[in-house]
């Protein structure tokens, strides 16, 4: 177990940024998701973690130790890649026990270790196969074990789970999350999938264009996003915004709901609007539509509950709102959370 | 006629039928290696079993004294000896120095495609023309080794080595010679192979802690190896059956000391006119290379498999 930190760190490619002054700091045992869109320099920054990159200034310290410069191998980490990037001419034993190897540990000790890794992933009765005898889901588990048998002081994650099906990638998601408590070592887990961020994450960093846009539990991302891009990009589908006089005013689709679903002393704001299209989703629909005078015209979208059975139709006018309190404010020029009335 | 203009061009009926456009596209290369390899080949079992000479017209089956005949010659069985130490010996340096070329040109750095340029000179030049400036090089007075050798006074100002005319020195030049000459090749595709494997590999190598050797030896070069055993077959293939280097460095000399079974097929065939025994001599390294080429692409496919 051990915190990881960043400082300032800066990695810049032949004439473009990837990761811009990120400060991170990964508490002991903390489970912490990189979240961002394809390209944001959340893979950049997970691989000058491990070593695998230099950052072109900043420091890494993992366990209060500064390895910017050291390589991976005395790093004490250990990192799941999206292929799983097992060894294909080496059986999954061989696999397992190749970290093993290069410490230099003694045979017996070895297959004691590995038989425990595979045993917490229940992959006991493949180790004697080669990997590409192996399905998606089992690849996944080997390259688990490989990751764990060490027992590092890091683990870093990167999409692990982006190759595996969906209702695969469920359960997987379930065990990744059982298995990182039960061992309380700290976890860096990159992906794009908001979903599993927010499943997963004890805290959730956003990353965009190299920048860390916000740092927080899934709760306080979703719920008080930082700036624009949080509130768009986490979310789906995203936060209504809405421009005018230098302001944006933002609410989310499930917040925005028939006058008579609320309370008649409620204080809401009112939103009247046009419906375009109606999506039923089965346990809800989505309502898009175009918002009317007085307030500006904006694309809006809102989120029914089945338990809202209110008719609506394309093309009809509803008296929609949103409670007052759930009114978020941004700045108009920088896209950045105003500080609101307290609630 | 129609104007050209977007019409498509019109294409004989049976150009059309499959059958008979493959057979089409085909025949070039069926007539070639039957008229140059499949033809020569039977000519050659043909006459190894005759008493064909280039003296006589006559040509009487003879059965397989030939083939006795040289298994009773000494110098078919040295030729045979220095053709496997020409071969493996040379081989080895190929795959060995390939490997470390290959690996330095898989690193990106300034004027790779220059190095790159250099490396692959010697097998875009002709052999004959690089063999000839190597004869110039291991020229008995001139040889710019033996200048090097002593203005560095690794060997006396009036010593001199005969690259070429003594036994030793004149097997390992021949094998220097055709290392330079099969190098470009066999570092071309083990670098293809060292291409192949994702940098995930690599990398997961690197974070589970393996060294420079450790990820040498049991990463990449057991994930090179299927691609490295085809580079082994086709040099092993190329130095069993090519007298190039040979025929213009030393004719076989000096006594024979470089001969190899091909050059001694060639001398004895051709410049001596036993166009029965050279035959035999040369129909010799068929089977062997058969065998090998099997041997070889059995262990590649179950390296792959595996």
């Known amino acids: 177990m051990a915190t990881v930190e960043t400082r300032t760190i800066t990695k810049r490619f032949e004439g473009h940024t990837a990761v811009d002054g990120i400060d991170l700091l990964v508490k002991e045992g903390e489970f912490l998701v990189l979240l961002g869109p394809s390209g944001c320099g959340k893979t950049t920054l997970l691989r000058m973690l491990a070593g695998l990159e230099t950052p072109t200034s900043g420091e890494v310290v993992i366990d209060s130790r500064i390895v910017t410069r050291l390589p991976p191998r005395a790093r004490n980490i250990a990192m799941v890649f999206q292929s799983y990037a097992l060894y294909p001419h080496l059986s999954v034993f061989k696999n397992i026990a190749f970290p093993l190897h290069a410490v230099g540990m003694p045979r017996d000790e070895i297959r004691k270790k590995v038989e425990w890794a595979a045993s917490m992933f229940g992959i006991e009765r493949l180790l004697e196969r080669k990997p590409r005898q192996l399905s998606g889901g089992e690849r996944q588990r080997v390259a688990l074990a490989r990751a764990v048998v060490r027992e590092p002081v890091v683990f870093l994650l990167d999409e692990p789970l982006s190759n595996l099906d969906a209702k695969l990638r469920t359960a997987a998601r379930d065990e990744l999350q059982q298995f990182q408590r039960r061992l309380g070592t700290t976890t860096i887990y990159v992906t794009h999938d908001q979903v599993e961020a927010m499943g997963l994450g004890d805290r959730i960093a956003v990353l965009n264009e190299g920048r860390m846009h916000q740092l927080g539990t899934p709760l306080e991302v979703y719920g008080d996003p930082a700036d624009t891009f949080v509130a768009t990009f986490i979310g789906s589908p995203p936060m209504n915004l809405i421009e005018s006089d230098h302001v944006i005013t933002g609410f989310r689709p499930e917040q925005y709901l028939p006058r008579a679903a609320f309370a008649a002393d409620e204080a809401v704001h009112a939103l009247p609007f046009v419906v375009n299209r109606v999506e039923n989703l089965g346990a809800d629909r989505l309502v898009y539509g175009t918002l009317e005078p007085p307030s500006p015209q904006a694309r809006v979208i809102s989120r029914l509950p089945s338990t809202v059975t209110v008719a609506v139709q394309p093309g009809e006018r509803h008296e929609f709102a949103v409670r007052i309190r759930d009114l978020k404010h941004f700045d108009g020029a920088t896209g950045l959370k105003k500080p609101g009335p307290a609630r | ?306």
């Open chain 2, 1 to 306: 006629m129609t104007a050209a203009g977007g019409a498509a061009p019109r294409v004989p009926g049976w150009l059309h039928d499959e059958q008979r456009l493959g057979t089409l596209l085909l025949a070039p290369a069926i007539v070639y290696i039957a008229a140059l390899v499949g033809f020569p080949f039977l000519l050659a079992v043909f006459y190894s079993v005759s008493d064909a000479t280039v003296g006589s017209r006559g040509l009487n089956f003879v059965g397989l004294r030939n083939f006795r005949e040289i298994f009773d010659d000494p110098v078919f069985w040295r030729s045979l000896q220095n053709a496997v130490v020409f071969t493996v010996a040379s081989q080895l340096l190929v795959l060995v120095l390939g490997k470390m070329l290959a690996m330095a040109l898989y690193k990106d750095f300034r004027g790779k495609w220059l190095v790159r340029f250099l490396i692959l000179l010697p097998w875009v030049a002709p052999i004959s023309l690089g063999s000839i400036g190597w004869l110039w090089i291991l020229d008995p007075v001139y040889s710019i080794i033996n200048w090097l050798l002593q203005a560095l006074r690794v060997i006396g100002p009036t010593d001199r080595l005969i690259w070429l005319g003594q036994p030793e020195l004149a097997m390992l030049s021949v094998i220097a010679v055709n290392v330079w000459r099969l190098l470009p090749l066999a570092t071309v595709i083990i670098l293809a192979g060292l291409s192949s494997i994702p940098q995930d590999i690599h990398d997961a190598a690197a974070v589970d802690g393996a060294g420079f050797w450790r990820h040498l030896f049991q990463i990449t070069i057991p994930l090179v190896m299927p691609i490295m055993l085809v580079a082994l077959l086709f040099g092993i293939v190329f130095t069993f059956t090519d007298m190039i280097v040979i025929y213009v460095l030393t004719r076989g000399g000096p006594y024979d000391t470089t001969q190899v079974l091909a050059s001694y097929a060639f001398f004895t065939g051709i410049m001596g006119g036993d166009l029965a025994t050279g035959a035999a001599i040369s129909l010799f390294l068929f089977p062997l290379l058969v065998a090998a080429a099997i041997l070889f692409l059995t262990v590649a496919r179950r390296a792959e498999v595996a």
